[in-house]
């Protein structure tokens, strides 16, 4: 495997449901990311993890939850979401080096689509 | 609040033509610029970076950046029908975390 890889690449899920996205990094970067995709709307940045330690929030919702537990996997835990919150989600990695990073790597996205 | 800007077309060019798209960024202190190509139904794929006033070349890429205007553009040479997608302008500054435009729709029509 390289690049990127995330699982699923289509999700569709009831209101009350918990599901998890899978991200999963094979360039030896130090820094991923999660981001929303809406039509129409630029990319959100919703949660970053650097060297495995979450450096930012954006504000998001509580029924996002992240988790990282080493530097090769990030998953988002989904519970109780909204329709709104239907889109693509798409996870990448960087590596960041004083401060300064070189382009990012994203993943294929999960298609969520909240019924 | 950091924003960057772009036309979201879509831009129609002829197969062959110059493809010229566009961006505009509020944060002076910016200073790493990105362009995505993002295909429909596919995730964004970096195609160029610039962090000198000046141009950049890559193939048939060319990124352009004027720091005084705070604007970056991509130039297609020759483009081909395949070169049909979004692209997306990203701009990062103090923090290293870009703040990405809304995306140029570009056609190459045959």
């Known amino acids: 495997e390289t690049g990127v890889t995330q699982t699923p690449r289509h999700l569709v899920m009831g209101m009350t449901n918990k599901k998890s996205l899978k991200c999963e990094q094979h360039l030896g970067h130090n820094a991923m990311y999660w981001y929303k995709q809406s039509a129409k709307k630029p990319l959100e940045l919703m949660f970053v993890y650097n060297f495995k330690e979450q450096t930012e929030n954006n504000s998001v919702p509580s029924r996002f939850s992240p988790e990282c537990p080493n530097s090769s996997h990030l998953f988002l835990h989904l519970h109780t979401l909204q329709p709104e919150d239907s889109a693509l989600y798409l996870c990448?990695?960087?590596?960041?080096?004083?401060?300064?990073?070189?382009?990012?790597?994203f993943g294929s996205g999960t298609r969520l689509t909240v019924v | 609040q950091k924003e960057v800007e772009q036309n979201s077309g879509p831009l129609s060019v002829p197969e062959g033509a110059i493809a010229s798209l566009n961006c505009t960024y509020s944060?002076?202190?910016?200073?790493?610029f990105f362009w995505y190509r993002q295909y429909s139904g596919k995730s964004p794929e970096l195609i160029m970076f610039?962090?000198?006033?000046g141009d950049k070349e890559d193939g048939r890429f060319t990124a352009q950046l004027n720091k005084a205007s705070q604007y970056v553009s991509l130039l297609i040479r020759d483009s081909q029908p395949s070169d049909s997608a979004t692209y997306l302008c990203a701009a990062s500054g103090g923090s290293y975390i870009p703040t990405f435009g809304r995306g140029t729709s570009l056609i190459v029509h045959p």
């Open positions: 990448a990695s960087s590596q960041e080096s004083e401060g300064q990073i070189y382009g990012y790597t």
């Open positions: 944060d002076r202190g910016s200073q790493s």
């Open positions: 610039i962090y000198s006033n």
